[in-house]
């Protein structure tokens, strides 16, 4: 589910990255929070067998592992890691997008000119 609500979010909002951040940071928090539990209660439970890897099982190698490859690329998120960040990047975005929309409006204004002639 989340791979398509991600997807579905930059592909409808990629024009509006500061909306974007803010509804992707909602989703993030609460998973953040659940992957930081999960883990947390799973160490807590093994109690003294918390640091003998060698009798761990398979399901908790991959419980623990999976865990962990999830929580960490959601953590470099809130972290700004590899992400748009408004308070960071936002007027380098609006500087861009002025100048990307100022060519368009002068390419727009060269094509009404020679269409005219």
Known sequence: MNCFTLTAIRK???????????????????????????????LWALGDQKFDFASWSPMLWTTNLLGLSLMLPRMAWHLGIGRYVDTRDGSQTRITSRI???????KKSECTIINES
Request: a neutral charge; proline letters at 3%.
């Open 12 to 42: 409808h909002l990629s024009y509006n990255l500061a909306v974007q951040e803010k509804i992707v940071q909602a989703l993030f928090i609460p998973l953040v929070i659940g992957d930081v539990l999960h883990l947390s209660l799973t």
């Open 100 to 106: 990307t929309s100022l060519k368009e409006l002068k």
